[in-house]
């Protein structure tokens, strides 16, 4: 037997863009709280997000450890958000850092606009914080997929991100009961694509990383990583032309949604 058609004992999946419409979803938290320094302010909404964009890159990038942020997948989105919480000492210095970070990116961006207004700065901080927390829509047919894939197989979450973060996803969205395991690469302290991520999901669940499937949006990180670890690897192309790489993947699906039944077509009931 093949690993192509060898058993599948686990499903690994990503959350962001996967299961959640993460991009989609922070957009509309930007143009919420964008809105309000139109209301205040008269900002232009668009010329505020692309300034708080473009400021909160360049602190991050002069932060306490990008380098080491951006190997376990995160980034200054993120950090608007986040309050850094868990024990590793790089979020220690990061928990410390991250207030002066996420004003000083609104300060910043509103004086790009012409406004000069600290008070407006930290509402924008806190809006923007509840307005993405409040904010976890579901893909279409995710959670239906998700109940059917949990009659049949053990699930692991596997995602990069900021452990406040991320968590803060999950339990908004009610999603931890379809998971046996939550991977996030912020608590390991690496992420996808590293293989190591993807062998360290299959050992905490018992299973061969040839019996585990990594089904995700990001098609170097859940294809390429997963299949550089021997594990297949399904991705979500959600319609989109399939990159240039020499690596082909597993399956290819354009939502969740499709997953459970094509596993039924190739194996036949669980």
């Known amino acids: 037997m093949t690993l192509l058609n060898a058993p599948i004992a686990a499903v690994l999946l990503d959350l962001d863009d996967t299961i959640l419409h ?25 010329e505020l ?18 380098e080491w942020t951006h ?10 958000r986040s309050r850094f919480a868990g024990e590793h000492p790089h979020w220690v210095a990061m ?25 407006l700065a930290s509402e924008l901080d806190a809006r923007f914080d509840a ?35 991320q968590r803060t996803k999950i339990e908004r969205a009610s999603l931890a009961e379809y998971f046996e395991l939550l991977i996030v690469s912020g608590e390991l302290g690496y992420g996808k694509p590293e293989a190591r991520i993807y062998e360290e ?13 990594m089904v995700g949006d990001n098609f170097r990180r859940d294809v390429v990583g997963a ?13 989109r032309p399939m990159p240039e790489s020499p690596v082909t993947p597993w399956l290819t699906v354009t939502s969740l949604a499709e997953l459970p039944d094509r596993l039924a077509e190739m194996f036949g009931p669980a």
């Open 227 to 239: 299949q550089e670890a021997g594990i297949r690897g399904v991705w979500i192309s959600m319609g």
């Open 71 to 80: 190997g376990i997948g995160t980034d200054e989105v993120e950090g608007l």
């Open 22 to 46: 993460d991009d989609q979803a922070t957009q509309a938290a930007f143009a919420a709280t964008a809105e309000v320094a139109r209301e205040q302010a008269g900002v232009d909404p668009n």
């Open 131 to 165: 307005e993405r927390a409040a904010t976890n829509p579901l893909i279409e047919g995710a959670e239906e997929a998700l109940g059917e894939l949990r009659k049949h197989y053990r699930l692991a979450m596997v995602t990069n991100g900021i452990p406040d973060v």
């Open 95 to 119: 928990r410390e850092w991250g207030p002066a970070f996420r004003h000083e990116s609104w300060r910043r961006a509103l004086a790009s606009c012409g406004v000069e207004d600290d008070g």
């Open 49 to 66: 997000i692309a300034a708080v964009l473009r400021e909160s890159a360049a602190l991050w990038a002069e932060g306490p450890h990008p």
């Open 201 to 213: 999901t299959a050992r905490q669940l018992g299973v061969a990383p040839e019996a585990c499937i």
